[in-house]
C-alpha cells in the first residue's frame, strides 16, 4: 500500500517533537487570478521560462484541507498585483479568505499607483504579512509611488515577503542592488526574501546578516527541481545559513500548491542540508511563531 502523503509530513514534523509547521510562502488568489496563474505553469510561459508541472490543482476548500491534514498550523495567501488598481481588489478577497480560514494570515499587496500609500494605510491595522512580486508586477520596489508605502509598512513592522531575486526568469527589476538601496532608505523594513533569494543567494544572504529584520524564506530552495531553475545553494554559504536560521531569519516557504512535486520533497530537501535538528526546529516553526500572530477560532470556510 502506498504511503499516505499527510501522514508522511506529519511523521516528519513529529521526529523533530514540533505541533506542526509554519509556512510563510503559500498562495490563494481569486479564482479567476489562479486560472491565469495555472495556465502560466501549463504553458511554461516567459515569466515561467520551462515545464512546471504542478502537482496541487483544486479548490481553494480541498487545497485548504490538503494544508492541514500535512498539519501546518499557519500558513499564507500571498496575491500579488501586476497592474494598476488591482491590488486592493486583492486585498479585499484575502481578508475574507483569512475570515474563513482560521490558519491563514491576513495578507495584503501593494502595486505603485497614487493610491498605494491610501489603501496601504487603511489596512495597516489588519494585514499580517504583504506580498511584492517585482518581476511578476515588472515595477522597481524603488519606484517613487512607494516611497510613502515604504515608510508605512516599516514603521508598522508588517513582514513584507519579496520576490526579488532574478530566478526563475530575470527581469528588469530583479536582483539585489535595489533591495539594498530600499533598506538603505527603509532600514527597518522587516523583509522576507522570497526563494532564498535565488540565484544571488550570496548577495541577498549578507543582506540578511546585516540587516537585523530582514530574513529568507526557504520557498523551493535545496529541492531537485529548483537546483535546476534557480541554481545550486553554493555549500560554502551552508554555516552562514545555519547561523542565521538560529538567530530567526530563515523561514519555512513551499510555494503550495504551485509547486512541482509533493510537499514533502521541501522538508527532505532542508533535512539533507544536515544543518542539525535545532536548525530545522527554528527554520519549519520557532522563527515563523516569534514573527507573527497566533491564530484564532475556528474555520468558516466551506
Known amino acids: 500500500m502506498a504511503a499516505d502523503p499527510a501522514a508522511q509530513v506529519r511523521d516528519w514534523w513529529s521526529a523533530l517533537g514540533l505541533p506542526g509547521l509554519i509556512d ?3 498562495h490563494f488568489l481569486p479564482p479567476s487570478v489562479m486560472a491565469k496563474v ?3 505553469f501549463d504553458s511554461a510561459g516567459p515569466l515561467i521560462g520551462r515545464a512546471w508541472p504542478l502537482h496541487y490543482r483544486d479548490t481553494d476548500e480541498v487545497l485548504v484541507e490538503t494544508l492541514r491534514s500535512f498539519g501546518i ?3 499564507t495567501a500571498l496575491a500579488y498585483a501586476h497592474k494598476p488598481d488591482m491590488a486592493d481588489w486583492l486585498n479585499d478577497w484575502s481578508a475574507q479568505f483569512a475570515a474563513a480560514v482560521p490558519e491563514a494570515l491576513v495578507c495584503g499587496t501593494f502595486f505603485p499607483e497614487e493610491s498605494a500609500s491610501t489603501y496601504v494605510a487603511a489596512r495597516l491595522d489588519e494585514v499580517e504579512v504583504f506580498k511584492i512580486h517585482v518581476q511578476v508586477g515588472d515595477f ?3 519606484d517613487p509611488l512607494l516611497d510613502d508605502v515604504w515608510g508605512l509598512v516599516a514603521e508598522a513592522g508588517t513582514p513584507v515577503v519579496l520576490h526579488a531575486g532574478s530566478g526563475p526568469v530575470p527581469a528588469q527589476h530583479t536582483g539585489p542592488g535595489p533591495v539594498a538601496e530600499l533598506l538603505a532608505r527603509h532600514p527597518r523594513l522587516q523583509l522576507v526574501i522570497a526563494h532564498m533569494g535565488a540565484p544571488e ?3 541577498f544572504l549578507e543582506l540578511a546578516e546585516t540587516h537585523e529584520r530582514v530574513h529568507l524564506d526557504t520557498t523551493m530552495a535545496f529541492t531537485d527541481f529548483f537546483s535546476e531553475t534557480g541554481g545550486v545553494f ?3 554559504l551552508l554555516p552562514r545559513l545555519r547561523d542565521l536560521g538560529l538567530s530567526g531569519r530563515v523561514l519555512l516557504g513551499s510555494d503550495f500548491p504551485n509547486i512541482p512535486y509533493p510537499y514533502l520533497h521541501q522538508l527532505e530537501s532542508l533535512e539533507r542540508l544536515d544543518l542539525g535538528e535545532a536548525w530545522l526546529r527554528a527554520v519549519c516553526w520557532e522563527n515563523g511563531a516569534a514573527l507573527l500572530a497566533p491564530a484564532p477560532g475556528p474555520s468558516t470556510l466551506s
Open 73 to 75: 498550523a499557519r500558513f
Open 38 to 40: 495555472r495556465a502560466q
Open 201 to 203: 543567494y550570496a548577495d
Open 24 to 26: 510563510i510562502h503559500t
Open 234 to 236: 553554493p555549500a560554502d
Open 140 to 142: 522597481s520596489p524603488l
